[in-house]
């Protein structure tokens, strides 16, 4: 059974930069949408960024575009979220997305 595994989540001061992972033990992402979703204390869950496993197109969420970068190994195997500048705005528990199956995710603060 498909199960994803978030990692690389913490404490990042204003203004600094983090590396989410999501990995899929024992098995490959194929060529579909793998996504990111936070949310946030209170909040409903929100899109964050996505990359077709295919051809590596992205998408973002357009307020944080110039902030963030999603990669995919080309090996099928994990997929990167970089965060840079971050905020506190940004704090909220981190989700990977591939079709219906979701991680149980990965904490960020931004905080000094």
């Known amino acids: 059974q498909l199960r994803l595994v978030e990692s690389g989540g913490g404490v990042v001061p204003p203004g600094g930069s983090l590396r989410l992972t999501c990995t899929a033990p024992g098995h490959k992402f194929g060529i579909n949408k793998v996504s990111w979703y936070r949310q946030a204390p209170g909040k409903e869950r929100e899109f964050v960024a996505s990359?077709?496993?295919?051809?590596?197109?992205?998408e973002y969420k357009a307020s944080i575009e110039h902030r963030t970068t999603i990669s995919r190994d080309p090996g099928q195997t994990t997929v990167w979220l970089v965060m840079n500048v971050m905020e506190p705005a940004d704090t909220g528990t981190y989700y990977c997305?591939?079709?219906?199956?979701w991680g149980q995710g990965t904490q960020v603060t931004v905080s000094a």
């Open positions: 997305n591939y079709g219906t199956c």
């Open positions: 990359i077709m496993y295919s051809n590596g197109t992205p």
